[in-house]
């Protein structure tokens, strides 16, 4: 996959899992992968990253177009026979670094 968008899976969750990007579930195999710990999607994901002076202050004041696209990925998980959710993960764009799953 090139122009691969990872998330990192935290060390709790494990197989069976459900994958969903803001709330719309994800195929195995057709919207993402699952290599080692990581899921590997073949599109860009978007996270709105941290806020800096110039952004909180436009916010507060009300102007437009302040906000930007924030891709939110969550998993499902079993754990002792309980459902669970791992929600906002981590995302890692093409250009941050090396997977650790190749």
């Excluded at 590997?40 to 800096?52: C, N, P, Q, V």
């Excluded at 952004?55 to 177009?65: D, E, I, K, P």
């Excluded at 990925?73 to 650790?100: Q, W």
Aim: charged share 25%; net charge negative; glycine share 10%.
């Amino acid at each position: 996959m090139d122009n691969v968008w990872r998330v990192l899976l935290p060390d709790a969750v494990s197989e069976p899992l459900e994958v969903y990007v803001n709330g719309v579930p994800q195929e195995l195999g057709t919207d993402y992968q699952l290599r080692g710990r990581e899921l590997w999607f073949g599109r860009e994901l978007a996270g709105e990253g941290s806020l800096g002076a110039v952004r909180w202050a436009s916010m507060l004041l009300g102007v437009a177009g302040t906000y930007r696209k924030n891709d939110s990925v969550d998993v499902v998980y079993e754990r002792a026979g309980r459902r669970l959710v791992a929600s906002g993960l981590k995302l890692v764009s093409p250009e941050n670094s090396e997977s650790t799953a190749r």
